[in-house]
């Protein structure tokens, strides 16, 4: 158990609709990352979040959105989804501000868009 | 363009002998390595990292080679255990003060036969 909570375990809705995934980091930890793992690629970078302050962006599109909260917790926000959205979506968290790239990943979001 | 390449999508190795998964990199610009596993439906957990400017990092049963004239890293697991059967994924890290995410290879998927 790596401390990272994450909510919905799988979620399943249509295309064309909103979706939030919430993930929760380890005690302590004041970085907050989102990854999308999908069939056929690996696990990509979406954005990070230090301290409640957007501190770098991946590959994210721009109908995802994400923010984090006073109490470290963070959501990523899916918009306008399309059917090659599905895939599983982690969160992870770190401590040392990332120096030594030591991230701590929750067990994952399954999103289905049907 | 793929920054971060396992080649070997996967590997079986026999219960007790070595494993050695592999990974290249094209970015000169990373600092850190790390590998991780992933079991199916939890998220990838954290193994070892290397930093650049070492060659090699040990752990109990898991070493980690990096090679930077080739741009190339290893993670060696002797002796191979059951438990080891999961996906490897090779992780990089960009200078910079930890403001970037990983970029992930594929992963190889270990396969350890008794």
């Known amino acids: 158990d790596s401390g990272v909570t994450q909510t919905p375990k799988h979620l399943i809705t249509a295309t064309g609709q909103r979706v939030t995934l919430r993930c929760s980091p380890r005690?302590?930890?004041?970085?907050v990352y989102w990854y999308q793992q999908s069939l056929d690629q690996g696990l990509q970078f979406l954005i990070q979040?230090?301290?409640?302050?957007?501190?770098a962006k991946g590959n994210i599109l721009e109908r995802f959105s994400a923010q984090q909260f006073p109490d470290l917790h963070s959501e990523l926000n899916l918009s306008s989804l399309e059917l090659g959205d599905s895939a599983l979506y982690f969160c992870?968290?770190?401590?040392?501000?990332?120096?030594?790239?030591?991230?701590?990943f929750g067990p994952g979001t399954r999103l289905t868009v049907t | 363009d793929q920054q971060v390449k396992q080649n070997s999508p996967s590997l079986s190795v026999q219960e007790g002998r070595i494993s050695i998964l592999n990974c290249d990199y094209t970015?000169?610009?990373?600092?850190?390595f790390l590998w991780y596993k992933k079991y199916p439906a939890e998220g990838p957990t954290f193994l070892i990292s290397?930093?650049?400017?070492?060659d090699k990092n040990e752990d109990g049963r898991f070493t980690v080679f990096l090679n930077k004239s080739a741009k190339h890293l290893s993670l060696h697991i002797v002796p191979s255990q059951p438990g080891d059967s999961a996906v490897y994924f090779c992780?990089?890290?960009?200078?910079?003060?930890?403001?970037?995410?990983?970029?992930f290879g594929k992963g190889t998927h270990l396969i350890i036969q008794p």
């Open positions: 005690s302590g930890d004041l970085s």
């Open positions: 970015n000169s610009m990373f600092d850190y």
């Open positions: 979040y230090y301290n409640g302050e957007e501190r």
């Open positions: 992870a968290s770190s401590d040392h501000r990332g120096v030594r790239g030591e991230q701590y």
């Open positions: 992780a990089a890290k960009l200078s910079g003060g930890g403001a970037d995410g990983l970029t």
């Open positions: 290397i930093s650049s400017i070492k």
